[in-house]
């Protein structure tokens, strides 16, 4: 049971985090905006801190570090034979451009 709740706890930290991450990210579209109507000159600040951008970028990763926390059911896939086909015709090389001159 507390196993299942910490899952929980997770997922939904989470996904409040990556809500927050999104919003964050659209805070930024107005300075975007801006900044590609003025060609890059007179841009006003950004209205927050450059240390919300570093915690919100840390959200980031927060899936690719999870999997190997979660411990999902191995299965096995049965082996295949390998099949050979026979060739109907040898192949035809026309032109080897890495083969020497002929005559040189």
Do not use: W
């Amino acid at each position: 049971m507390n196993r299942t709740v910490r899952h929980l706890f997770v997922a939904a930290a989470l996904v409040f985090a990556q809500q927050a991450a999104q919003m964050h990210a659209l805070s930024h579209l107005k300075h975007d905006l801006i900044k590609a109507e003025r060609g890059g000159k007179c841009i006003p600040p950004v209205s927050h801190p450059a240390e919300q951008c570093i915690a919100y970028h840390a959200v980031d990763s927060a899936l690719p570090s999870l999997v190997a926390a979660i411990d999902l059911p191995r299965v096995t896939l049965p082996a295949l034979a390998a099949v050979r086909l026979p060739l109907l015709f040898p192949p035809r090389i026309e032109f080897d451009s890495r083969a020497p001159p002929v005559l040189s």
